[in-house]
């Protein structure tokens, strides 16, 4: 990360601009709410590369697995804008957790912490051991079954509460089938999808 000073967090962007050689939309940087200068105030921000979030991220979830006091290794690839980082570890069933709710509230603790860290979100997805690739291959099949029962019996079918990432599956499953569409409702971690006949 490297700072650069302007009167404006514009102005800013474009010292690092000219100097880093990108256009100023495509720099991450966070607003450091810090400023210089008594008389004349110069704004100061950061400016880091996309390698800067991934390691922080990894770092992130390397420590709090440590602090459990399981050893484990992550690996991070880059797929559409999303992060996927995969956690092998010496207690892989523990991290997973029930249903695989220990994986994503350890999802959640690493979003907020980047996110904070940064000043931006991140798409970040954390797998162990395929649990995901898995889940998710299970999900389509159940959500194109539960697709062909609405075709037949048009009454609406509603899934119980999941991730976004799970319900992204559910979305994509279903696109492209006759006569049905999904629909997310509810609010945070309540939130569910609809599969509806459509006439």
Excluded: W
């Excluded at 880093?20 to 880091?48: A, H, R």
């Excluded at 912490?113 to 997805?125: E, G, P």
Aim: charged fraction near 25%; proline fraction near 2%; charge should be neutral.
């Amino acid at each position: 990360m490297k700072e650069y000073q302007g009167k404006t967090v514009e102005e800013a962007l474009e010292v690092a601009s000219q100097e880093l050689g990108i256009p100023t939309s495509q720099i991450l940087y966070s607003d450091t709410g810090k400023t210089k200068g008594l008389f004349s105030k110069k704004v100061i921000i950061e400016v880091y590369e996309f390698s800067d979030v991934v390691r922080y991220a990894e770092d992130y979830v390397l420590n709090v697995i440590d602090s459990l006091g399981i050893e484990s290794s992550v690996k991070t690839k880059l797929d559409d804008d999303i992060m996927h980082i995969v956690i092998d570890s010496t207690h892989n069933p523990i991290l997973i957790g029930k249903n695989g709710k220990t994986l994503q509230a350890l999802n959640e603790v690493v979003k907020l912490a980047v996110s904070n860290h940064f000043h931006k979100k991140f798409r970040i997805l954390l797998d162990i051991n395929g649990y995901k690739d898995k889940k998710y291959y299970h999900l389509s099949k159940m959500a194109r079954r539960c697709a062909h029962e609405v075709q037949k019996t048009k009454t609406t079918y509603t899934f119980d509460p999941m991730s976004a990432d799970e319900r992204r599956i559910i979305h994509n499953a279903i696109s492209g089938m006759p006569n049905v569409r999904t629909e997310s409702i509810g609010e945070g971690t309540h939130r569910q999808v609809q599969i509806i006949y459509v006439e």
